[in-house]
Every structure is written in structure tokens, then in C-alpha cells.
Nanobody, 122 residues
Framework: VQLQASGGGLVQAGDSLRLSCTAS????????MGWFRQALGKEREFVAA????????VYADSVKGRFTISRDNAKTTVYLQMNSLKPEDTAVYYC????????????????WGQGTQVTVSS
């Protein structure tokens, strides 16, 4: 599975941004997918995950209520809608995928896309 993330940018605190991650590969629609982020000088952390059907989602406490993960299997794309952005959301965001369930997606996914930078100014 190959993953291509896009949609990052520079925004102000309180603004919204939507990230996209398009998966390609023969069975990409059977994979759970997720988003992680890594701020400068910090470890990569889990942000959100969604199961292959799109019916189950899970979020990190720090983004709950502000971020929404969704997917369009017809387009093999997963989205991360980020609202009420804060300066502490500044990071490189990575999408990830795995076919072993969302528990694995949120911890040790097998496939990673390249990162997309999100910068939130105060």
C-alpha cells in the first residue's frame, strides 16, 4: 500500500484545515487508516484512526471534539478535518495504514506516507 498525504499549510489559531491521504494498491480499501503527528523535538504521536468500513473511529484526547477522521472508499482517501486549531497542533502529520485492525493502526501500523507540515500561528 502506498500512501500520499496532502493539505498541510500555515494557518492562524482557530482556523480549520483538512488533510487528505490517498492510498493506492490492490487491497487498499481493506485497510484501517490513521493519522499521526510529530512536533519538532518530540516523539511521533497518534492522532486518529478509522476502520476499513468507516464506522469506527478513535481519537487522541488532545484532539477529541476538534478533529474528525473520515474516509471515502470510492476514492481510497482518508481525511482529517481539523477545526479550532491551536499552536500546539503544529507538527508534521503522517498518514498510516494497516490491515490488522485499528488497535494496530493506532500503535504500530505497517505502512506510512510522507508527512505534510501543519503550522498554526498564535
Amino acid at each position: 500500500v502506498q500512501l500520499q498525504a496532502s493539505g498541510g499549510g500555515l494557518v492562524q489559531a482557530g482556523d480549520s484545515l483538512r488533510l487528505s491521504c490517498t492510498a493506492s494498491g490492490r487491497t487498499s480499501t481493506s485497510y484501517g487508516m490513521g493519522w499521526f503527528r510529530q512536533a519538532l523535538g518530540k516523539e511521533r504521536e497518534f492522532v486518529a484512526a478509522i476502520d476499513r468500513s468507516g464506522t469506527y473511529t478513535v481519537y487522541a484526547d488532545s484532539v477529541k471534539g476538534r478533529f474528525t477522521i473520515s474516509r471515502d472508499n470510492a476514492k481510497t482517501t482518508v481525511y482529517l478535518q481539523m477545526n479550532s486549531l491551536k499552536p500546539e497542533d503544529t507538527a508534521v502529520y503522517y498518514c498510516a495504514a494497516d490491515n490488522r485492525g485499528t488497535t494496530v493502526v493506532r500503535t504500530t501500523p505497517a505502512y506510512w506516507g510522507q508527512g505534510t507540515q501543519v503550522t498554526v500561528s498564535s
